[in-house]
T-cell receptor, first 111, second 116 residues
């Protein structure tokens, strides 16, 4: 079945440093979503990417969908303590109607 | 809209007891998901309902787990008998479903279950 791998599992950064998490699928995806879960909270939708090579930005967050639609990344510029949490990708492959979540990347920002 | 509502928010029980988790999805959503989250295994999909019908329950761990959705506004996840390894956060999520389109999933606050 479809597998979605996320790396790294954890990332410690100093406040102001950049952060990137990567999501890789074993199959071609029809689309991919990104969610953020704050400590003690629940996953909250951030964005959805559909097109090959698509790039979307939300303030300091940049999301990319690979040309082959098998990988995606989330980049945060100049991290802040409010960015702390776990970032999940969720991919939907062709022929499936249930998205597969990656294990998530936990971001720890040191002030 | 109040969002996805889950109850109880916290549950502490003893091994062997029955546990029932409840979920009220967002009004108008026709898809409902139950997830389990642990440090070891991450976020696992347990079961998926569409229009109140269980579509995929391949993630349900074993016969001790059962889920129902008697109507569009209510679902339960039951564990009987509970075991310490069932301790986790259980999330319910709902979404609109359209064929081959992944709609945003709205997660509830979760139920934190501890089985002693």
């Amino acid at each position: 079945g479809q597998q979605v791998m996320q790396i790294p599992q954890y990332q410690h950064v100093q406040e102001g440093e950049d952060f990137t998490t990567y999501c890789n699928s074993s199959t071609t995806l029809s689309n991919i979503q990104w969610y953020k879960q704050r400590p003690g909270g629940h996953p909250v939708f951030l964005i959805q990417l559909v097109k090959s090579g698509e790039v979307k930005k939300q303030k300091r967050l940049t999301f990319q969908f690979g040309e082959a639609k098998k990988n995606s990344s989330l980049h945060i510029t100049a991290t802040q303590t409010t960015d702390v949490g776990t970032y999940f990708c969720a991919g939907l492959s062709g022929g499936s109607y249930i998205p597969t979540f990656g294990r998530g990347t936990s971001l720890i920002v040191h002030p | 809209d109040a969002g996805v509502i889950q109850s109880p928010r916290h549950e502490v029980t003893e091994m062997g007891q029955e546990v029932t988790l409840r979920c009220k999805p967002i009004s108008g959503h026709n898809s409902l998901f139950w997830y389990r989250q642990t440090m070891m295994r991450g976020l696992e999909l347990l079961i998926y309902f569409n229009n109140n019908v269980p579509i995929d329950d391949s993630g349900m761990p074993e016969d001790r787990f059962s889920a129902k959705m008697p109507n569009a506004s209510f679902s339960t996840l039951k564990i009987q008998p509970s075991e310490p390894r069932d301790s986790a956060v259980y999330f319910c999520a709902s979404s609109l479903w359209s064929w081959r389109e992944q709609e945003t999933q709205y997660f509830g606050p979760g139920t934190r279950l501890l089985v002693l």
